[in-house]
């Protein structure tokens, strides 16, 4: 929540700076890729304990702990492509404010 709310604060600071609204938006949905991913990290980091810890629900031949622990890599695979999507799109984000700052748009 707290994100969000620096998030948004964060639109509205580059808004009133002359930077235009599309750009603001553009940062906004790249704090909102962040925590995305921030959450499926955290959700990867949850069922990798879980299965090296034998906690939660287990299911005799379906879910053993070798089971349990790929599908916590596969989650964390994904968790990471998710954080790389977030940095590419900050990253755009400022090469766009640059572009039109050495074009001489507002």
Known sequence: MKKLIIAASACF????????????????????????????????????????TGKGVEIAGVSDPKTRMAKADKKMEKAEKKVLKSDAKELKAAAKVKTKRAAGVN
Do not use: D, H, P
């Open 13 to 52: 600071l580059l808004t009133t700076a002359q930077i235009s609204v599309a750009q603001a938006v553009q940062e906004g949905k790249a704090a909102k890729k962040e925590m995305k991913a921030e959450k499926k990290v955290a959700k990867a980091r949850e069922l990798r304990t879980n299965a090296a």
